[in-house]
T-cell receptor, first 113, second 115 residues
Framework: KQEVTQIPAALSVPEGENLVLNCSFT??????LQWFRQDPGKGLTSLLL?????REQTSGRLNASLDKSSGRSTLYIAASQPGDSATYLC????????????FGQGTELSVKP | EPEVTQTPSHQVTQMGQEVILRCVPI?????FYWYRQILGQKVEFLVS????????KSEIFDDQFSVERPDGSNFTLKIRSTKLEDSAMYFC?????????????FGPGTRLTVT
């Protein structure tokens, strides 16, 4: 059974700092891994998707990596800004089970001006 | 850009009542999903739907829940007799294909409050 864990649960950094959010998953049989952003009381905004055959994906100041063999993914945010404050979720798309996403519990990020 | 839409945005109902949550997935997508998020908890998978049938469901998705794609555009989640613990944000999602770089796109959610 796929389980997804995110560390840390919360992170507070000063503006401008580079930071890394961690995600681990127990079963490497995945279609892909998606990173989402969730603002309080709001929906899920997809940030990046890494296919199971890929090692990393980049979008602007965001870079996500995937290491299937170790069951890990990281989301790197460069030059953080107060507008980046939100909860970041990773989710693994389970192979051969309708592609359902199994979510981690999220990392709540606060970027202080 | 195409998007998943959900209605209503907020639904308040009394315990024991039936509710129907509605979703319009992206038009050419083939895979459809419902998830829920109880306040302060993880997003949890409920059910996936493909080719007009359920392809996977979680333990949460018991006989009180059902899904339907009645007309080729809408995708609905029905809860027959709501309980207090059904209070949550319910998200609909759709996806074009499973393999490859095909994202799941999420709707804005319906907040269900059971009193």
């Amino acid at each position: 059974k796929q389980e997804v864990t995110q560390i840390p649960a919360a992170l507070s950094v000063p503006e401008g700092e580079n930071l890394v959010l961690n995600c681990s998953f127990t079963d490497s049989a995945i279609y892909n891994l998606q990173w989402f952003r969730q603002d309080p009381g709001k929906g899920l905004t997809s940030l990046l998707l890494i296919q199971s055959s890929q090692r990393e994906q980049t979008s602007g100041r965001l870079n996500a990596s995937l290491d299937k063999s170790s069951g890990r993914s990281t989301l790197y945010i460069a030059a953080s800004q107060p507008g980046d404050s939100a909860t970041y979720l990773c989710a693994a798309s389970v192979y051969n089970q309708g592609g359902k996403l199994i979510f981690g519990q999220g990392t709540e990020l606060s970027v202080k001006p | 850009e195409p998007e998943v839409t959900q209605t209503p945005s907020h639904q308040v109902t009394q315990m024991g009542q039936e509710v129907i949550l509605r979703c319009v997935p992206i038009s050419n997508h083939l895979y459809f999903y419902w998830y829920r998020q109880i306040l302060g908890q993880k997003v949890e998978f409920l059910v996936s739907f493909y080719n007009n049938e359920i392809s996977e469901k979680s333990e949460i998705f018991d006989d009180q829940f059902s899904v339907e794609r009645p007309d080729g555009s809408n995708f609905t989640l029905k809860i027959r007799s709501t309980k207090l613990e059904d209070s949550a944000m319910y998200f609909c999602a759709s996806r074009l294909r499973l393999a490859g770089g095909y994202e799941q796109y999420f709707g804005p959610g319906t907040r269900l409050t059971v009193t």
